[in-house]
């Protein structure tokens, strides 16, 4: 689903990411630990070209996300605040999400239906106005609405409370067994938790990759 080639990215001389080889395939919940700082943010902009490589490619469903748009029809992905307009409620929000794949307003409200229990307690406000959790719920709903093939998500679990953190676990288990072809990675400073989530852990540090484990 995605392969990584000799991808490199280094600021003021300092290498970053430094990844000889990736395959990440579909029916995975691949989970990505390590310090701060040890480039796993980066590593996801270089998968959403929202960075620069210095040299190599990452290749999305054969499609090099460097020099095409296409592999945004099949993905969703949800970083940080600043993918959050905050002049829109949640429920705008959604639905200028449905709408750039031309889902009507009604559409995109029943693609948000199946998430509900994580969207309990957001309530439809501005979205500058919700509280940090309940900002993180409403991207996190966004990237997964479209029932993507390939899902990245960064941190998703920081600002969630124990039921919530609950509650996305089972999403996210649940979207594999009903997507065997999708590919969800995310971050997490949790070890516990990804050796409770994932298929596939790996470890970064200093840029680089190795497997934390493996079930």
Known sequence: MVNINNLKKS???RTVVDIPSLTLKGG???GLTGRNGAGKTTLLRLMLALTKADTGCVLSDGIDVARSERWKDFTGAFL???FLPDFLTPTEYFRFIGRLTGLSPSASD????????LLEGVDD???RHLSAGCRQKT???AALMRSPRVVILDEPFTYLDAPSCETLTELLRAYIAAQPEALILLTSHDADLLSRLCTRRLVMEDGRLSTASDR
């Open 11 to 13: 600021y003021s001389g």
């Open 28 to 30: 995975e919940i691949v």
């Open 80 to 82: 940080d605040d600043s």
């Open 110 to 117: 029943r693609c948000v239906a199946p998430y509900a229990a």
């Open 125 to 127: 406000v501005l979205l």
């Open 139 to 141: 991207g996190l709903v």
